[in-house]
């Protein structure tokens, strides 16, 4: 069955900082691959997807991720975090069947230090 | 242009009655998708509408879960007999088209808590 993992349910860094949120899936094909932000108060927001070429992609605030096949891997990085960034981060994987389902991931909280 | 509203924003049930939650997606928008966010659960997929039809309903925890659309637009998730276990952020989503690869805009959600 098609999953998406991230393994870190917390992370914490400083300002300034670089930034590295993890994604596994695990999915037979090529999959398209998305990153959401959901800040405190707001709704989901997409920061970046992925579906075929350049395997590294940029994204809105800053962020890129790179899709690493032989990994299965998508994650997600910024080299240097603003206060604002702290939020929940979700990867997803866009599913290509008749259902046409995309499955998010269980969310990593992102907390800022001063 | 607005973008895809839920109401209530909050909402507190007892133990047993029914709730409806609304979506207004985004104009034009013809894909309309329902999750759950639970804490430390992620989001869970819950039901999917493109149009009026509801292509997938496999994410509906029970039949006590329900939801339609109507005029392509407004969707209603209807919880009967609510449990404690429903309680939940309910998130509403649309996007232009149905496929996996169409960015989902998603609403604020309605956070349900079931006394």
């Known amino acids: 069955a098609q999953s998406v993992t991230q393994p870190d349910i917390h992370i914490t860094v400083s300002e300034g900082a670089s930034l590295e949120l993890r994604c596994n899936y695990s999915y037979g094909a090529t999959p398209y691959l998305f990153w959401y932000v959901q800040s405190p108060g707001q709704g989901l927001q997409l920061l970046l997807k992925?579906?075929?070429?350049?395997?590294l992609v940029q994204g809105i605030k800053g962020f890129e991720a790179e899709f690493k096949r032989s990994q299965s891997s998508f994650n997600l990085r910024k080299p240097s975090v603003h206060w604002s960034d702290a939020a929940e981060y979700f990867c997803a994987v866009g599913i290509m069947n008749r259902d046409d389902k995309i499955i998010f991931g269980k969310g990593t909280r992102l907390h800022i230090l001063p | 242009g607005a973008g895809v509203s839920q109401s209530p924003s909050n909402k507190v049930t007892e133990k047993g009655k029914d709730v409806e939650l609304r979506c207004d997606p985004i104009s034009g928008h013809t894909a309309l998708y329902w999750y759950r966010q639970s804490l430390g659960q992620g989001l869970e997929f819950l039901i999917y509408?493109?149009?009026?039809?509801?292509?997938?309903k496999s994410g509906l925890p029970s039949d006590r879960f329900s939801a339609e659309r109507t005029g392509g637009s407004v969707s209603t998730l209807t919880i009967q007999r609510t449990q404690q276990e429903d309680s939940a952020v309910y998130l509403c989503?649309?996007?232009?088209?149905?496929?996996?690869?169409?960015?989902?805009?998603f609403g604020p959600g309605t956070r349900l808590l079931v006394l």
């Open positions: 989503a649309s996007s232009f088209g149905g496929t996996y690869q169409e960015t989902q805009y």
């Open positions: 509408f493109q149009g009026n039809s509801a292509p997938d």
């Open positions: 992925y579906f075929s070429g350049d395997t």
